[in-house]
């Protein structure tokens, strides 16, 4: 549902995709995908998906961030 919307570059559909894949609803769970639809909608600001981003990354979910 939210996934042509994400690809598309829509921060709301990014947000909710990273929360199917944190919490497995409609897809396998996943939390490197979760965290990667979390990146890219707190890139575009979304504050909600920063605070999910960090906390899958403390709790070490998600793949280290790239080198500046």
Excluded: I
Aim: net charge positive; hydrophobic share 45%.
């Amino acid at each position: 549902l939210y996934t042509k919307a994400a690809q598309q570059g829509v921060a709301n559909a990014q947000y909710n995709l990273g929360q199917c894949y944190e919490l497995g609803k409609g897809v396998a769970r996943d939390l490197v995908k979760a965290s990667e639809w979390y990146a890219k909608a707190a890139a575009q600001g979304g504050e909600k998906a920063m605070a999910r981003l960090a906390l899958l990354r403390s709790a070490g979910a998600s793949p280290p961030q790239a080198a500046p």
